[in-house]
């Protein structure tokens, strides 16, 4: 098993910027990636970054350019640096670990809103 725990988060006005953390902590061998998904209300979670173990990254278009994922393995730490915030970021932010086996994201963190607004 692995346990994920996020912290950052809050609300931030539009142009700003935030940092969220994830600590994984457990049987983090069993797991070749980490990512930071997101889910609106009314709408599907999506992929918004993803970190693999041999460090390649992929970002969904609508945050290339202003969203940073990194990784600092010494502390089994993810983070997600936001800049340029815009209102429709706005949503409910999830870290989540890959199963190497399966393929999927089998362990999800606790949450944390964001929330864009003058």
Aim: glycine share 12%; aromatic share 8%; with cysteine.
């Amino acid at each position: 098993q692995v346990q994920l725990v996020e912290s950052g988060g809050g609300l931030v006005q539009p142009g700003g910027s935030l940092r969220l953390s994830c600590a994984a902590s457990g049987s983090i061998v069993s797991i070749n990636s980490m990512g930071w998904h997101r889910q609106a209300p009314g709408k599907q979670r999506e992929l918004v970054a993803a970190m693999y173990n041999g460090g390649s990254r992929n970002y969904a278009d609508s945050v290339k350019g202003r969203f940073t994922i990194s990784r600092d393995n010494a502390k089994n730490t993810v983070y997600l640096q936001m800049n340029s915030l815009k209102p429709e970021d706005t949503a409910k932010y999830y870290c989540a670990a890959r199963d190497r086996h399966t393929g999927t994201y089998n362990y999800w963190g606790q949450g944390t809103q964001i929330t864009v607004s003058a």
